[in-house]
Every structure is written in structure tokens, then in C-alpha cells.
């Protein structure tokens, strides 16, 4: 993504969006957000490789983003893929439809890109590429009123190639709106920097370009930071939308908004935007946000189901010191649980160490460097990454 190096924001005018509320089971299904799931596709993404449009690994992870709806139960009709080319390079934009209940034709669009420059790209944008998944996971047999689109862009980096070719070729055509876009939620580099303070997010609003649709997206994207305020623990800002993949739809009058990270990580197009440098737990908090905010947007039935408390009992299990050096405390929020499990693994996946039931972990013969700390009950987990130093 090419950001401004200074973002110009504002505070979040509440007064105009007061009358949203909180809905019971929209918290419950983003509260059914996982960390482990959020964590491994990072990981999977990053291990990837540089996905540059039209290369191999760029073909890879589109196969690694079908195989990836396939397994949460999303039918092959539901699965297409969108080919494009430009000059002589060629790539494919992945869009997968879930069909609304009362709109079935008005659809709601979250999309983020997944090619990358120069690094394996974790952060811009594995971090909105596996939120969008984990969002296509929590709501796969949720009824919507409006249709959802779940898109993942090629071609962003060298040009906006891919979304620009499906805003100009299958939304619109010939001058002609041939889908009726709700609106288009766009999410790029969320996934802030290790070490930094990623407690806020930036909900971006249009700001240029069309003038007619500039009121809307104000309107939605305060709706959106009131959502990530509803669902998620983060704190938001509004600044402006900005070269990414929402900009082709802008372009054509469609409403749009986005998330982009607040503190900046500036490992975008380098070789250090990695999984290593990647914050796992802000992602996640952004996947809540996310989660919260397609509800509101597609209208989610309300009803309360009895499975959305479990994947809240570890959220605030302390794991420390960070960094360690030769005993790892893990402290449970809830005193009642007896059984569970600690597994330190390393960044290639393999563990390399494991306890059952043990609060202390003699972490001294772990080499010094950066590790996954994955806690686990019989029905939830979280990870965290830890620091080990000597």
C-alpha cells in the first residue's frame, strides 16, 4: 500500500452515531475471533514468499486462499476467481459470495489485497488478508440480509491493477453500475509493528475524488468506529482514504471506508515485513473490529446463540516477563481452570517445548529469540508471542 508518511486525523465525532448500540450477537460471534487461527495464517502467509503480481508465489497463495474457503464450507459456486492482465503480466482477483436473505442483489464488499513487493508482505497485507478470512469463517452460516463479497485483490502494488479491473469490468460497465454495492470496506497493512503501541486503529473515510459520494462515506465510517469501539478493544481515529483498492470503486461513486494501522510500522515494501515483525495480537483485535463492523453493515440476524463465551476465557491470560529469561509465568483469568497446556514453538512451526498444567515454564534452554506461546483448554486457545533473552 502507498500511504502518507503523516496522516492528518481527527477526532471521532460520536454525537452523529449515538444511536448505535451494542448487539448481544454480534458481540458474541466477534468474540469468536481466533487468535491461534489469525496467528497460523500469518505465519502461512509470510511463509509464502514474495507474492509479486504474476509469479509463482502470488499464483500459490491464491490457491492458498481457495483451499482456505474450501475448508470453512463455502461451495465452489461460491468461489470464483476473477482473471486480469496488464501489459504482459497476468493474475487473478479471488471473490467469494455469500447470498443475502432479503437483498440478495446489493452486495457489501470487504476486500484487502494479497500480492506483495520486495518481502513476504505479513503486514501489508497478510495482517487485512487474514482478517478478511477469519471474518469469512465467523459468518459463513450467518444469515445476512445483504449479500457479502469477500475479495482479494492482485495487481494492488504495481497500480491497483486488479481492483481496478473488477470496479471498471464487473461492477461497472459501459457506464453502467452492473452491481449495487452497499458499500466497499477495504482492509491494508493492520497489522502494526512488534514493540509498538498498536491500540488504535484508522477508520478512513473518503475525501476526494467524486464529490457526490463523500457524505456517505463520512456517515459509514463513523458507523465503523463506533463498531470497532462496540466489538473490539481498540480505540479509533478518522483520517483520509488513500491509494489502496477501494479508490477504483470511489472513482466509479461507490460509497467506500477502510482500516489501516495508527502507530506506522514502515516495513511495507521491505525485506523486514515479516512475521517476525508482526504484532499477532493487533490483528486480531482488528479481526474483532472487522467482525463487528460486516454485521452492522450486511444487517446479521440478531439472535443470540449459546457458542460465543469460549474464546473469551484466555483473552487476558498474562504471559510473563517479556522478555524471559529462564522461567516463563502464565497466569490463567480464571483461577477454575486446572487442565490445560503451554506449547512454545518456534517461528517455523516447530515446538519446542510443552507443559501440561504447570503455571511456571523453565524456559532456560530455549536459545535467545522470538517464539509463539500458545496456551490451550479443552474448548479455546490463545497465542502470544514472547520474547526469550539472556
Excluded at 277 to 301: E, L, R, W
Excluded at 329 to 344: C, G, M, R, S
Amino acid at each position: 500500500m502507498k500511504k502518507l508518511t503523516t496522516f492528518v486525523c481527527t477526532a471521532l465525532a460520536v454525537g452523529s452515531v449515538s444511536a448505535q448500540s451494542l448487539v448481544q450477537a454480534y458481540k458474541n460471534r466477534a468474540d469468536l475471533i481466533s487468535q491461534t487461527n489469525i496467528t497460523a495464517n500469518l505465519q502461512e502467509f509470510s511463509n509464502l514468499g514474495i507474492k509479486t503480481t504474476g509469479s509463482v508465489n502470488n499464483a500459490n497463495t491464491l490457491a492458498w486462499l481457495k483451499n482456505k474457503y474450501t475448508s470453512y464450507g463455502y461451495s465452489v459456486s461460491q468461489i470464483v476467481e476473477d482473471p486480469f492482465t496488464f501489459g504482459s503480466t497476468s493474475s487473478k482477483n479471488l471473490v467469494i459470495t455469500k447470498t443475502g436473505t432479503l437483498y440478495p442483489n446489493k452486495y457489501v464488499i470487504i476486500c484487502g489485497h494479497y500480492d506483495t513487493i520486495t518481502g513476504p508482505g505479513t503486514n501489508d497485507n497478510g495482517s487485512g488478508t487474514s482478517v478478511i478470512l477469519e471474518v469469512a469463517r465467523i459468518l459463513k452460516d450467518i444469515p445476512t440480509e445483504y449479500s457479502i463479497k469477500f475479495i482479494h485483490f492482485s495487481g494492488e502494488e504495481q497500480g491497483l491493477y486488479g481492483s481496478s479491473h473488477y470496479a471498471n469490468n464487473v461492477a461497472y460497465q459501459s457506464g453502467v453500475k452492473k452491481l449495487d454495492i452497499k458499500l466497499v470496506f477495504n482492509l491494508d497493512q493492520v497489522g502494526g509493528k512488534l514493540g509498538n503501541t498498536n491500540s488504535k486503529i484508522i477508520c478512513e473515510r473518503d475525501t476526494s475524488g467524486q464529490s457526490g459520494n463523500n457524505a456517505s462515506s463520512n456517515t459509514i465510517t463513523q458507523q465503523l468506529a463506533t463498531c470497532t469501539t462496540l466489538y473490539s478493544p481498540l480505540q479509533t481515529s478518522i483520517s483520509n482514504a488513500y491509494s489502496s483498492d477501494y479508490m477504483p470503486f470511489e472513482q466509479k461513486g461507490y460509497v467506500i471506508t477502510g482500516f489501516y494501522e495508527y502507530t506506522r510500522s514502515y516495513t511495507e515494501h521491505t525485506v523486514n515485513d515479516t512475521f517476525t515483525n508482526i504484532d499477532p495480537v493487533y490483528v486480531f483485535k482488528v479481526a474483532k473490529a472487522a467482525t463487528g463492523a460486516m454485521q452492522h453493515f450486511a444487517t446479521a440476524s440478531t439472535t443470540v446463540t449459546a457458542k460465543a463465551t469460549p474464546q473469551k476465557t484466555l483473552e487476558s491470560v498474562k504471559i510473563y516477563p517479556n522478555p524471559a529469561k529462564n522461567i516463563l509465568n502464565v497466569e490463567l483469568p480464571d483461577p477454575a481452570i486446572k487442565d490445560f497446556t503451554v506449547e512454545i514453538t518456534d517461528l517455523k512451526g516447530f515446538t519446542v517445548l510443552k507443559n501440561k498444567n504447570r503455571s511456571q515454564i523453565n524456559v532456560s534452554q530455549l536459545e535467545n529469540g522470538i517464539y509463539l506461546c500458545t496456551v490451550k483448554t479443552e474448548s479455546t486457545s490463545i497465542t502470544r508471542k514472547i520474547i526469550i533473552e539472556k
